[in-house]
């Protein structure tokens, strides 16, 4: 089993930053791939794609969020970072850390085995 805490979501102003944690817990094989989802207020069982890494690359970005968001991980640690910059209202969900052994489509927040709680970030303009 794997346990997946994130930390670091918050208010922030639009153009601000945030950076968002994921540290994971158990076997480390299955956390061999991880990623970011985003679920938008209204928008209730509809997970987005954010960004995923596997455990020494490749990453992969949304297009909405390239150039803004960058994904990093620290393997030994086994934790997941999510920089955030130049922020905007439209970013403003749950955001969720998903982990897998190997998923086939990297984007598909079904082929994910592990999730965390979720943590909230809001951006106002």
């Known amino acids: 089993q794997v346990q997946l805490v994130e930390s670091g979501g918050g208010l922030v102003q639009a153009g601000g930053s945030l950076r968002l944690s994921c540290a994971a817990s158990g076997r480390t094989v299955s956390t061999n791939y991880m990623a970011w989802f985003r679920q938008a207020p209204g928008k209730e069982g509809e997970r987005d794609f954010v960004?995923?890494?596997?455990?020494?690359?490749?990453?992969y970005y949304a297009d909405s969020v390239k150039g803004r968001f960058t994904i990093s991980r620290d393997n030994v640690k086994n934790t997941v970072y999510l920089q955030m910059n130049s922020l905007k209202p439209e970013d403003t969900a749950v955001y969720y850390c998903?982990?897998?052994?190997?998923?086939?489509?990297?984007?598909?927040?079904?082929?994910?085995?592990?999730w965390g709680q979720g943590t909230q970030v809001t951006v106002s303009s």
């Open positions: 960004a995923s890494m596997g455990w020494r690359g490749p990453t």
């Open positions: 998903a982990a897998d052994p190997s998923p086939v489509r990297v984007m598909v927040a079904a082929e994910y085995d592990y």
